[in-house]
């Protein structure tokens, strides 16, 4: 976002409110099953994400590589809503 500019940004806010109405129309566990596909997304493409993120803020890739990352010992699971 830092180098965006008001179009991206536009754009970008736009897009998320058309996709706001189908988000919620999905059930609770609908909306638990895209959220563990996009973390299973992100965790399959770590090394490179963190290559870009070396790059983006100029730091070493070692350093960027020291961080904690929790997917190994977090259970990856959410919890349904409660009924109400």
Do not use: Y
Request: charged fraction near 25%.
């Amino acid at each position: 976002m830092a180098r965006c500019g008001a179009a991206e940004i536009n754009a970008a806010v736009a897009a998320a409110k058309r996709a706001f109405p189908m988000w919620k129309a999905k059930t609770p566990e609908e909306r638990a099953s895209c959220l563990i596909k996009l973390a299973d997304l992100i965790e399959a493409e770590t090394q490179r994400l963190m290559m870009i993120d070396s790059l983006d803020i100029g730091r070493g890739f070692t350093t960027i590589s020291g961080r904690s990352h929790h997917s190994d010992t977090r259970p990856r699971r959410i919890s349904p809503a409660p009924s109400l």
